[in-house]
């Protein structure tokens, strides 16, 4: 078993940034790719970022390419998401997510998932 837990979330403006972490803890997920995926109100959730496990391939939605960063400390078993660029669009809950591989985790096929950290961006 793996426990994700999302922190970072907030209120922000439109433009600015945030910087999400996921806390993994249970089993080492230096094996596993992980990802990040958000939910609006009244939307499905939807995949944002992927990275594979060592943190030297990524994948990202359209939406957020070159705005969000996805990174990775095995050691510390920390996933994180830096979002610059911030739009009102952006707003929702925010989860992390494990998977076998980057191509399972991009398709939402994941394993283990975190509660979710809550992303407000004001226009």
């Known amino acids: 078993q793996v426990q994700l837990v999302e922190s970072g979330g907030g209120l922000v403006q439109a433009g600015g940034s945030l910087r999400l972490s996921c806390a993994a803890s249970?089993?080492?997920?230096?094996?596993?790719?992980m990802g990040w995926f958000r939910q609006a109100p009244g939307k499905e959730r939807e995949f944002v970022a992927a990275?594979?496990?060592?943190?030297?391939?990524?994948s990202y939605a359209d939406s957020v390419k070159g705005r969000f960063t996805i990174s990775r400390d095995n050691a510390k078993q920390t996933l994180y998401l830096q979002m610059n660029g911030l739009k009102p669009e952006d707003a929702g809950v925010y989860y992390c997510?494990?998977?076998?591989?980057?191509?399972?985790?991009?398709?939402?096929?994941?394993?283990?998932w975190g509660q979710g950290t809550q992303v407000t961006v004001s226009s």
């Open positions: 997510a494990v998977g076998s591989d980057r191509r399972t985790v991009l398709n939402g096929r994941c394993d283990y």
């Open positions: 249970g089993r080492t997920i230096s094996s596993y790719a």
């Open positions: 990275i594979n496990w060592g943190g030297g391939t990524t």
